[in-house]
Every structure is written in structure tokens, then in C-alpha cells.
């Protein structure tokens, strides 16, 4: 298996509002910065969509060390949180329903396919990465929506 780096990091105008996120795939000395956004959305839909759109960029099976400032992401996969959700028929632990049940479920086979490692990293920190995925997300919702 190839072995990929990946950043990614999402952003909002309002919460909900214009939004953006930016992913930055790293094999080797190659890398490959993507973006997009919505123009009505939440901080957390742009950091998992950051996520699914760049685990869905590789074209085959990877091994990928993923790095997001997101905890939302991080906790509901390292510690197991989503697939109890799903389990639970997409409720969480205090019986309330799981937010962003569409793109959670559009994540899961991508971890299926891929072996992720996810790591957090604190935003506004100065990673160099973290912050160029920021600017990508940003820049998207300033200029394109």
C-alpha cells in the first residue's frame, strides 16, 4: 500500500453560513492541494466533507495519516463514537440523533477501503499544512460562493 499524508481543516462564515475546506495530499515529494465548500453549511459539514473528499481523491487502496484540527472528526472515529452511532440506528449515547448522518455514512467505506490513521493537530497554530488548508477553505467561500 502506498503511504499518504493528508490535512484537511474546513471553515465557516456563521454557523451555519458560507463554508469552505481544503485538503492537501502529500506522497512523497508530490502534493496535491484540494478545495471546495457550500454556500450554506456548518464548520463540522466542511471538516468531514474536507475528509471524505480527499480520502475519495486516491485511486487505490492506501495507507493514510490523516491530520485534521477537527475533534468532532478525530473523537467520533478514534474513539469509536460513529460506528456506535450507526449501531444505535444513528442515535447517540443521550438517545438524541447523530448530526451529519449523510456524511457519515459516506465516510465509513472510505475507512473501509483505506487504513486511516487520524491524528489532531490545534488549529490557528501555526502547522504549516493546518494552515494551508485553512487559507484553501477559505479562500473558496471568500471567492467562489
Do not use: Q
Not at 50 to 78: H, M, R
Request: hydrophobic share 30%; aromatic share 10%; proline share 4%.
Amino acid at each position: 500500500m502506498k503511504k499518504i499524508d493528508i490535512y484537511t481543516d474546513g471553515a465557516c462564515s456563521g454557523n451555519p453560513g458560507k463554508g469552505g475546506w481544503g485538503a492537501v495530499l502529500v506522497y512523497g515529494k508530490n502534493e496535491k492541494e484540494l478545495c471546495g465548500g457550500s454556500p450554506e453549511t456548518t464548520n463540522n459539514r466542511m471538516e468531514l466533507t474536507a475528509v471524505i473528499e480527499a480520502l475519495s481523491a486516491l485511486k487505490e487502496p492506501c495507507e493514510v495519516t490523516l491530520t485534521t484540527d477537527s475533534k468532532y472528526v478525530c473523537d467520533a472515529v478514534n474513539k469509536g463514537w460513529v460506528y456506535s452511532w450507526k449501531k444505535n440506528g444513528w442515535r447517540k449515547a443521550d438517545k438524541k440523533p447523530a448530526l451529519n448522518v449523510d456524511l457519515w455514512k459516506k465516510l465509513l467505506p472510505l475507512l473501509e477501503t483505506h487504513k486511516v490513521e487520524f491524528n489532531w493537530v490545534k488549529g490557528h497554530n501555526g502547522h504549516p499544512y493546518n494552515e494551508r488548508c485553512d487559507t484553501l477553505a477559505v479562500n473558496y467561500y471568500l471567492n467562489s460562493l
